[in-house]
């Protein structure tokens, strides 16, 4: 078992709508978790991150954390076409040094 | 701004050549990282380091070492390369009290 999963893709989704991406991970004592944004040929650059249980809300992006099911996840609202990208779930392992990443999710909004 | 900058975008080497990716950031960040990444397999981690001349390994140091000499600066050296090493390499730091990683633009290896 993978310690972060997250579907490949692609999703695709119309301009507008809302797109949801999923991670779980195995470590039960993670504490941080990350939501990465990557374009095709650039780096990962961080747009959301989370320690506690419930919803975090930065403009149209929402991250969402259940440690009980150890279940991270990224809503985008009124999708845009510029949101096309690579999203990579990460979780820090304990004592915080070490990042995992998932493989990442292609997401395709069309216009 | 933050800046973390790799010393080549693209490279080319021979089977069996020393390579050197070079990394320098001018945040004052203690912990410095090396990734590769490949298709379906994500990020995995190199090595870190948490300070000047530490180093740890990460997931998949086989076939590679490091070296920090300067807390800005931190290099990945393949001692012997080979095809399986063809990759993009990314380093990326971030501060002692940071979570986000901040990374460079890659250096996209092919080891012929």
């Known amino acids: 078992q993978k310690e972060v999963e997250q579907n490949s893709g692609p999703l695709s989704v119309p301009e507008g709508a809302i797109a949801s991406l999923n991670c779980t991970y195995s470590?039960?004592?993670?504490?941080?978790f990350f939501w990465y944004r990557q374009y095709s040929g650039k780096s990962p650059e961080l747009i959301m991150f989370?320690?506690?249980?419930g919803d975090k809300e930065d403009g149209r992006f929402t991250a969402q954390l259940n440690k009980a099911s150890q279940y991270v996840s990224l809503l985008i609202r009124d999708s845009q076409p510029s949101d096309s990208a690579t999203y990579l779930c990460?979780?820090?392992?304990?004592?915080?040094?070490?990042?995992?990443f998932g493989a990442g999710t292609r997401l395709f909004v069309k216009a | 701004d933050v800046k973390v900058t790799q010393s080549s975008r693209y490279l080319v080497k021979r089977t069996g050549e020393k390579v050197f990716l070079e990394c320098v950031q001018d945040?004052?960040?203690?912990?410095m990282f090396w990734y590769r990444q490949d298709p379906g397999l994500g990020l995995r981690l190199i090595y870190f380091?948490?300070?000047?001349?530490?180093?740890e390994k990460g997931d998949i140091p086989e076939g590679y070492s490091v070296s920090r000499e300067k807390k800005e600066r931190f290099s990945l050296i393949l001692e012997s390369a080979s095809t399986n090493q063809t990759s993009m390499y990314l380093c990326?730091?971030?501060?002692?009290?940071?979570?986000?990683?901040?990374f460079g633009p890659g250096t996209r290896l092919t080891v012929l």
């Open positions: 945040m004052d960040h203690e912990n």
């Open positions: 990460a979780v820090n392992a304990p004592g915080g040094f070490k990042t995992i």
């Open positions: 989370i320690y506690s249980n």
């Open positions: 380091s948490y300070d000047v001349k530490m180093k």
């Open positions: 990326a730091s971030r501060d002692r009290g940071g979570r986000e990683q901040f």
């Open positions: 470590d039960r004592g993670s504490q941080s």
